[in-house]
């Protein structure tokens, strides 16, 4: 089954002259002043479902310097679930945010907020074409000249559709990892830079994280990385031999992580998928084990969550010391078996 989150933008053609504006290669569109977000919900929003939002909304805030602010102002967007979609105008103005009533968007909040703050679909970059084959007939993709390019390309933002006949990634590999729901690292970046967020003091953080600009004692890592300084794991690396080792794990309703370790620095690990309970959902959101074999933390690898023709069975070489594997939790619990060996 495939997934698509449904989110539209709209353009404003009354842009406040006084508003912050970016760098042209960061954005031509206006973002919300002193990094505040300012809003209020509609009299009918349910208090359940503005918990979610808020929810939402602190983590972001956790992560960047942007600030969600309920106000009555003059301009102010509406957060109101009259609608028929999930959409939100992109960037900064009034107008409003839909979110239609249902599961559907209430796991889109993460992408609408990000349109609401500057952020455009993934997949309406102007570098879309080295990544997705997008058919022109779809009037959903829109050749988008002001989106941000900040960040580069990654299969794992929040930002992406998942895959689809007239969306497909020319490297299929990722095809189930498109449509992902939680923020990835490169979309909480894309925030940071959008709005300049920054720490007076930059800490020394390791594995490709950096200061945290809303706490800036500590530094905003790659999954599988943690600590202050993105240099601790959850557990300790296992120690690969030459020959094949299985790793079996079921996985509930929590991320967990394993770390294979290499010996020696010349040592490369080969590591594949065996075999697992398929939950094929777009962007894999059933549940995924992703082996982190890219050799920069910060983009996502392939998830597998579909035997989708034997695909899972290829062989990764991973230099990476540890390599981290990240199972994604889902919405059942799910098996797993890896293989893996050193060479
Ligand atoms: C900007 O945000 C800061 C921190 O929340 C606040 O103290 C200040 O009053 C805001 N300034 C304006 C002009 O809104
Ligand atoms: C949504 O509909 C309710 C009536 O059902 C109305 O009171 C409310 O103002 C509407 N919200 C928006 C943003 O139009
Ligand atoms: C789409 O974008 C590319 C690259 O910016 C540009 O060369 C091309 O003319 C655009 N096509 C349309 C139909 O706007
Ligand atoms: C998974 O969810 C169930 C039901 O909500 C809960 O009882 C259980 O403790 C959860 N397990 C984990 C590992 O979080
Ligand atoms: C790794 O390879 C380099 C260059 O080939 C070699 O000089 C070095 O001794 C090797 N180290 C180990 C631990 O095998």
């Not at 206006?30 to 977000?37: D, M, S």
């Not at 990722?174 to 959008?194: Q, R």
């Not at 030459?242 to 370790?261: D, G």
Request: aromatic share 14%; glycine share 6%.
């Amino acid at each position: 089954m495939l997934w698509i989150i449904l989110s539209f933008f709209l353009i404003f053609g009354n842009l406040d002259a006084s508003v912050i504006r970016q760098k042209r290669q960061l954005s031509t569109r206006p973002i919300w002043p002193n990094a505040t977000y300012l809003f209020h919900f509609d009299e009918v929003f349910p208090e359940w479902r503005k918990k979610l939002v808020w929810e939402v909304m602190d983590f972001i805030s956790s992560v960047t310097c942007v600030k969600f602010q309920e106000s009555y102002e003059e301009v102010v967007r509406i957060i109101s679930q009259n609608g028929t979609r999930c959409a939100s105008p992109v960037a900064y103005g009034g107008g409003i945010v839909n979110l239609k009533p249902g599961k559907f968007c209430d796991n889109a909040i993460n992408h609408e907020l990000l349109h609401s703050l500057g952020i455009q679909h993934e997949q309406e970059r102007s570098d879309t074409a080295v990544y997705l084959n997008v058919k022109k007939e779809n009037q959903l993709f829109l050749n988008n000249s002001e989106i941000s390019i900040i960040a580069p390309f990654d299969f794992g933002s929040a930002m992406l559709y998942a895959g689809t006949e007239n969306l497909k990634p020319y490297d299929m590999d990722y095809y189930y990892t498109m449509g992902t729901l939680p923020l990835s690292f490169f979309d909480i970046y894309n925030v940071n830079k959008l709005y300049s967020c920054t720490c007076a003091e930059e800490l020394k953080c390791e594995n490709f994280g950096y200061t945290n600009p809303s706490s800036c004692d500590k530094c905003i890592c790659p999954d599988g990385f943690f600590g202050k300084l993105c240099n601790e794991l959850k557990k300790e690396p296992i120690q690969p031999t030459h020959s094949w080792q299985t790793l079996s794990k079921t996985v509930e309703n929590e991320t967990l992580y394993e770390y294979i370790a290499l010996p020696h620095q010349n040592a490369t690990l080969e590591i594949f998928v065996a075999e697992f309970d398929e939950n094929p959902l777009g962007g894999c959101h059933g549940g995924s084990v992703e082996i982190k074999y890219l050799p920069d933390p910060r983009f996502t690898s392939p998830k597998v969550c579909s035997h989708d023709g034997g695909r899972y069975l290829k062989v990764r070489a991973s230099s990476n010391n540890p390599t981290v594997i990240v199972y994604h939790e889902g919405n059942k619990p799910l098996n797993y078996e890896i293989k893996y060996r050193y060479v």
